[in-house]
């Protein structure tokens, strides 16, 4: 008889990955940026559970895809980890903390149209992000940047999104193409992904890639029976709602309209919330008249004060649309009707995306071409997450942000005068905190979040 291949649930029992994605989904602040940081932090540093090498593959697909990058990231690990069960565990508790934040905020907004105290509750943890996404730029970019062709390739992505407002997918689709063609050219200068696995394989021993070695991960394998399921299950579950709405109450029933804009939305996401603002908030406030102007603004900054992917903006716009055209219902359960409906069609795609395509992309994982591709998608991503820390940085730190144009340049210039003070010193203080003294991630948040709340009770308000 042959030996029965070990499980990795031996390696990592489910309970502690339940403990862990619950903790990654609690600390989820300061958007992409700040949840990929701490993603990595625990799960590649602390857990040690994924390599470098297969945390940035992983990221690079996750990038590529419409939606909330970081979310489908803890997917793709999850799934990683514990098959079909742990993707959607992980997916699932990534959002539920923000999810519950956000509903409650949202009725607050509806029934009190005031949510300043969120600034001050979540003002020291603010802080505490902007140092996180900055220690992720610098650790991400030593690991990734290893020669001048990768350092160019992340120099003229963040020039590109951050300067000239070159859409997200281009950004990813030219930096594949050139590693695809410089693969030609100068094969030792592409191949940044493959080469950096086998050192962080060896000198990380991820328990992951042990449990891969011991034949442990059937599941990560493709097959065309795999891919007829996933699409049988998850198609039906993101489009059963909006059908029997729009069944039951017809197409023009508020909640069809919901569920079909939403689930539009969560197809054309690439580049994560920002890139979907505008459009969002045009068609909420002009063409369906479920918001006034200026309120999109409030919901982006009560979502950027909470936990969980930014793109729970959406939630607060989905209650709004439900609270003011309640009709027979009451306004306040028609609200968390359209949020649940919104934030439904906008997640279970994530887990239609990564089901459907991951186990391709971890088979492909050592063809040269798509190792090019990808250490230059990787050097690219670097750009984009230094984009994403700079806009955090100065929308922390500063109260306006005016936005010129020149000659196509776009610049994003903070007014000196509305510089806060208390969070760029909470910022520094936490910047010393994780770079001198090396204190851990949740040390550096609870004591910037207990000065922060200090500092609102007894110096007066932010």
Known sequence: MHPAKPEFNAIVPFSEALRVWLKVGLLSFG??????????????????????????????????????EAQQLAIYIGWLLHRTLGGIVAGTLFVLPGFFVMMGLSAMYAGYHNVSWVAALFFGLKAAVLAVVVEAVIRIGKKSLKNNAMIAISAAAFIGIFFLNVPFPIIILTAALIGIAGNRFAESMFQVVKAHAAKQEDTQDSLLDKALAAGALEHIKPST???????????????APVAWCAYSYGWENLYTQIGLFFSKMAVVTFGGAYAVLAYVAQEAVQTYHWLKPGEMLDGLGMAETTPGPLILVLQYVGFMAAYRNAGVLDPMLAGVLGATLTVWVTFVPCFLWIFLGAPYIEHLRNNRLLTAGLSAITAAVVGVVLNLAAWFSLHTLFAHVDTASYYGITLNIPEVHTLDVATLILAASAMLMIFHFKLGMMQTLAICATAGVAYKFFLGSL
């Open 225 to 239: 029976r795999r891919v007829v399921q996933v699409l049988m299950v998850w198609l039906p579950l993101w489009f």
């Open 31 to 68: 958007g992409p940026a700040g949840q990929i940081a701490t993603m990595h932090k625990i799960l590649v540093e602390e857990k040690r559970w994924i390599s470098e090498s297969r945390f940035l593959h992983a990221l690079n697909y996750c990038m590529l895809l419409p939606g909330p």
